[in-house]
């Protein structure tokens, strides 16, 4: 079962009064830490919401991946249906060779925003897709659940340029740029998924203990996704979660197969390193 994170203000509810087509704002759904594609949205749409993962992403005109919106079913002879603006829909994985054994020596992630970015995008000095690696550290081993997190978190952190200075979507006409208010991170890992919507509140509730009273596996991870979400809630910025299988997360995926290339790490402490941040 989904939960509402506490918000520190109401957000105005979506309202879709007609059928719509062309990309447009959408604005931020009233609560975060959902589920994607949220149930409600699709309530009153004929057909339900969609169940091919192709029809819930939307490509952009700059390349990026857009949210696609519940009331634009008919597609236009440019093959789109209609889209969030205002949304990045952003692919993640972790990988670790050899989890769960003693080879397990080394941890990455892949953070995929999309393909095709132009030659006229105003974002094409922005390095959008990359791969990192997980340094090694004196306590935790390297396991594809502390990649999966990591991943999480570094998406959050990466997608803060868009929602402080836009460039997902060309605006023109607009008096400032349109910046980002709804993020989907999407990804295979159920073990995230299911954690981040379902556990957390009890898990932050409880002193980060389980039910039979044990610390949470992955703590230190998990309280750092939960503070990077709180901060975009701060914003008025929702971050959902979008459970695929891992055939439609193969970008992603070969981002993090290539961490042991790369010298971009990302921690905690510090962030990533290498000059991206």
């Not at 959902?34 to 939307?58: F, H, I, N, Q, S």
């Not at 502390?146 to 200075?165: I, P, S, T």
């Not at 023109?172 to 910046?179: K, L, Q, Y």
Request: with cysteine.
């Amino acid at each position: 079962m989904s939960y509402h994170r506490p918000l520190k203000r109401k957000r105005g509810v979506r309202e879709y009064k007609k059928e719509t087509h062309g990309p447009h704002p959408g604005g931020a759904p009233e609560s975060t830490c959902e589920t994607y594609p949220r149930e409600d949205e699709y309530a009153e749409v004929p057909g339900g919401k969609p169940t091919d993962p192709l029809d819930l992403e939307m490509d952009g005109i700059n390349g990026f991946m857009h949210v696609r919106c519940p009331r634009g079913k008919t597609k236009c002879p440019c093959g789109r249906l209609a889209l969030h603006i205002d949304s990045l829909v952003i692919a993640i994985d972790g990988a670790c060779p050899g989890n769960g054994s003693l080879n397990a020596t080394r941890s990455g992630g892949g953070i995929f925003f999309g393909t095709s970015f132009g030659a006229n995008s105003p974002t094409t000095d922005y390095k959008q897709n990359f791969a990192f690696r997980i340094p090694d550290h004196s306590y935790y081993p390297h396991t594809s659940q502390r990649a999966e997190l990591h991943a999480a978190a570094g998406a959050l952190l990466k997608a803060r340029h868009y929602v402080n200075e836009g460039g997902q979507f060309p605006c023109e006409g607009c008096v400032r740029p349109c910046t980002v208010k709804h993020i989907v991170l999407k990804t295979d890992s159920a073990y995230l998924v299911k954690g981040i919507t379902s556990h957390i509140n009890k898990w932050r509730h409880n002193g980060w203990r389980t039910a039979d009273r044990r610390e949470v596996k992955n703590r230190d991870l998990w309280e750092w996704l939960d503070r990077l979400i709180n901060a975009y809630d701060d914003m008025d910025v929702v971050v959902d979660f979008w459970l695929v299988r891992r055939e439609h997360n193969v970008q992603a995926d070969a981002l993090a197969a290539i961490d042991s290339a790369m010298s971009l790490t990302l921690t905690i402490e510090g962030g990533f390193k290498n000059g991206f941040f």
